[in-house]
Each structure stands twice: as structure tokens, then as C-alpha cells.
Antibody, heavy 123, light 110 residues
Framework: EVQLVESGGGLVQPGGSLRLSCAAS????????MHWVRQAPGKGLVWVSR????????NYADSVKGRFTISRDDAKNTLYLQMNSLRAEDTAVYYC????????????????WGQGTLVTVSS | QSALTQPAAVSGSPGQSITISCTGT?????????VSWYQQHPGKAPKLMIY???NRPSGVSNRFSGSKSGNTASLAISGLQAGDEADYYC??????????FGGGTKLTVL
């Protein structure tokens, strides 16, 4: 069974930093592109970032570019999101998600999601 | 990087059919067939319902179907059931390598 478990959320002051983790199990983590998606309280989903299998292809939403860094440790089956210079508008539940597959081939969709970790940026 | 445009809310009675639209541009929805749809119940993680415009993952009911015309994609749900009441989000990969979600549509089953 695929499992994605996020951790590392909490309360942080504006301008502060936080590192989120996503522990993966039930599949060969190193074979999958991974994403971070966030959802502010009562609002919609917003894509944040993705990383390919070897970590050499990384994309960010403009709203986090230069402040957030996505990375992965395949030996630990863990995805990370380092968040710096946090702002009030970064307050959200952060989900990690695995790229979907069909007949063993990757498809352009997010197939499995964790339950999310809440980040609150407030003084 | 503007969000894709979805209606804020749609509703239907049990057994009826509804359609949710998702409008983008030639750089996202209209540029390729990488449109996906997600269902989210309150307090839960999103669930993939449709990928590559019209394909259903294993386990998703065939009451859910997707299509696309130009810069607008659509999700159709037939035979509405109470359990379909949820928020629905479209998502598109873009030509600039990023992903965009729609603003979400709240489906109410009357």
C-alpha cells in the first residue's frame, strides 16, 4: 500500500524558516516524480513544486520561487520542502503527492497524496 | 501563472448529470492533453478522478468522464449520488513546466 506521510509543519513567525518532510513507503520511491501542493484554509489547491527522479529537473510556482527548495533523499525514501522567508500567505496545509502511473508508465497527474501538514505563519 | 477558471458551484439532484468546466489558455489546457481532475471531500486529501483529459484511474466509477475542446476541459458526472458531493479541481501541466490548478468547484447534490 502506498503511503505518504508529511511532517514538519507548525507555527512560525513571518520571515522564519521551516523544513517539511514526506516519508514514502509501499513503492519504489526513487522511480517517481514527486510534488508539493498547498491549500490555504478554506481555499483551493495550489501547486508548489515538483522534482524528477534524479533531482535534476525541478520547477516552482512563481509565488515560492527563490524562497522554497524541493529535494529528495532516495536512500531515506523522503521528499523535502525547505521553506525560507515565510509570509502570512504561505499559511496552508501542505500535501506531498506522487506522480500517477498507468500500466507502469508515468502520466501527467498526481496519483497518490499524503494527508498533509499544516503550516501557520503568524506573529 | 493565473489559476484555471472553474465555476464556483454547481448542483444537481440524485440521478441527474452535471458538467464542470475548466478554462485555461493555449499554454496550458489547450496546449496538450495533460489535464487531470481531483475530488476532495471536506478534511480529506484530494483523489485523482481523471488524467490525460479523459482517462479514469483504476477504481474510479465510469460515471465520471472527461473531455476537452480548445482551451476548455470538462468533467461530467452522471447518475449523481450523495457521495459525489465534494469539491472538484481541474489541473493542467503547462508549456513552461509548471502545473496549474483551477479555483475549484463545489458540487452540491440536492
Amino acid at each position: 500500500e502506498v503511503q505518504l506521510v508529511e511532517s514538519g509543519g507548525g507555527l512560525v513567525q513571518p520571515g522564519g524558516s521551516l523544513r517539511l518532510s514526506c516519508a514514502a513507503s509501499g513503492f519504489t520511491f526513487s522511480n517517481y516524480w514527486m510534488h508539493w501542493v498547498r491549500q490555504a484554509p478554506g481555499k483551493g489547491l495550489v501547486w508548489v513544486s515538483r522534482i524528477n527522479t534524479d533531482g535534476n529537473t525541478i520547477n516552482y510556482a512563481d509565488s515560492v520561487k527563490g524562497r522554497f527548495t524541493i529535494s529528495r533523499d532516495d536512500a531515506k525514501n523522503t521528499l523535502y520542502l525547505q521553506m525560507n522567508s515565510l509570509r502570512a500567505e504561505d499559511t496552508a496545509v501542505y500535501y506531498c503527492a506522487r506522480a500517477a502511473t498507468s500500466l507502469g508508465m508515468a502520466v501527467a497527474a498526481l496519483g497518490d497524496w499524503g494527508q498533509g501538514t499544516l503550516v501557520t505563519v503568524s506573529s | 501563472q493565473s489559476a484555471l477558471t472553474q465555476p464556483a458551484a454547481v448542483s444537481g439532484s440524485p440521478g441527474q448529470s452535471i458538467t464542470i468546466s475548466c478554462t485555461g489558455t493555449s499554454s496550458d489546457v489547450g496546449g496538450h492533453n495533460y489535464v487531470s481532475w481531483y475530488q476532495q471531500h471536506p478534511g480529506k486529501a484530494p483523489k485523482l478522478m481523471i488524467y490525460d483529459v479523459s482517462n479514469r484511474p483504476s477504481g474510479v466509477s465510469n460515471r465520471f468522464s472527461g473531455s476537452k475542446s480548445g482551451n476548455t476541459a470538462s468533467l461530467a458526472i452522471s447518475g449523481l449520488q450523495a457521495g459525489d458531493e465534494a469539491d472538484y479541481y481541474c489541473c493542467s501541466y503547462t508549456t513552461s513546466g509548471i502545473w496549474l490548478f483551477g479555483g475549484g468547484t463545489k458540487l452540491t447534490v440536492l
